[in-house]
């Protein structure tokens, strides 16, 4: 038989749970808080929970023969124990809770300790995405952190290829990757921008190193045709700050791939010939050509990127895209 509970500190996640969670005291209070939830739902969600509340444990015994229990949790927060238990409970409110970052490493915390990621997965993975959609370097590698501590499986790879591609600077891991087993993973990441980044020089090489010859000319030996053509590439090149190759270190690899993919080799056609007989576009490429050679280099370097897999890095292999057998 249910107790009727008219305490007025008391929050009701469900108005007519069983079980009067005691929380910590907060900053905004120095009671201890006390949450009405049900038992039924909490022993479905979380397996701590479920022996707390079962016939071994004191607490257990005192719900069976009173039809209602209070559990004390000195230890845990209260702030992000309603964000749990509202998300567990269904809340008419649930999903419009949206923690910030940090408050979402403390959830996580509590969480993992009760045993119910699983539970709050759908929450979880809004919780993430909505934050993806504006984080910055910094906070897209935290943002990867959380996604391994509530096991978003395709979250965890969205979010490592668009700290790849988008970050700029060098990438420091948070302080929670190393709790998790995540702090080498920032090492590969940076590893994998610095390999794209050199695929991508490679192809704008090739093209430079294409329009450096050797050629000749059938009208004349000091025809200025090559050079005027290799000249303009690098000063195109140089302008669009796609060469030197330290450039490339001031922007993120989707920002150069998208610098290289626009480049145009139109202005090939208005390059001087030193004479009617100078057949220099004879042997050169073509703008189209060029630009065909460019398109294939970039899809080259973008097809053999390396995309992490959470199940493959928690089973401690960084780099299985040529064997994952989980995406």
Known sequence: MLIAMTNTDVIDIAPSGDVVLICAPSEKSDMPHRLRVSS??????????????????????????????????????????????????????????????????????????????????HSAHFW?????????????????????????DALFTQLCDKLIMQAVGNIAPPVAAK????????????????????????????????????????????????????????????KKELWP?????????????QKLRAFSFEWLQNIKLCSDECHGPCWRSHAHQHASRVQNGVEMVMTTRNRFCLQCVRDGDMESRQKCKHT
């Not at 230890?75 to 949206?98: C, G, N, Q, T």
């Not at 087993?181 to 190193?209: H, Q, S, T």
């Not at 490339?248 to 690899?253: A, E, N």
């Open 40 to 121: 039924a739902i909490l022993s479905l969600a979380s397996p701590v929970f479920k022996a707390l509340l079962g016939p071994k444990f004191r607490e257990g015994n005192t719900l069976a023969s009173n039809g209602y229990v209070e559990v004390p949790l000195p230890d845990d927060a209260v702030e992000p124990m309603i964000v749990l238990l509202k998300v567990l409970h269904w809340s008419p409110d649930s999903m419009s809770l949206v923690p910030k970052i940090d408050e979402m490493f403390i959830i996580g915390a509590v969480t993992d300790k009760y045993d119910c990621i699983s539970a709050i997965s």
């Open 128 to 152: 993430i995405s909505s934050a993806t959609l504006a984080s910055v370097d910094a906070e897209t590698a935290q943002l990867i952190t959380l996604a391994r501590i509530f096991r978003q």
């Open 179 to 238: 709790v998790v087993g995540l702090e080498a993973l920032f090492l590969y990441v940076e590893r994998e921008r610095n390999r794209l980044r050199a695929g991508i020089m490679k192809v704008i090489e090739d093209r430079i190193g294409h329009e450096a010859g050797p050629y000749s000319c059938n009208a004349s030996k000091e025809c200025p045709y090559g050079g005027s053509r290799l000249n303009e590439l690098v000063s195109r090149l140089n």
């Open 245 to 257: 190759a330290e450039n490339l270190q001031k922007v993120s690899v989707e920002v150069s791939i």
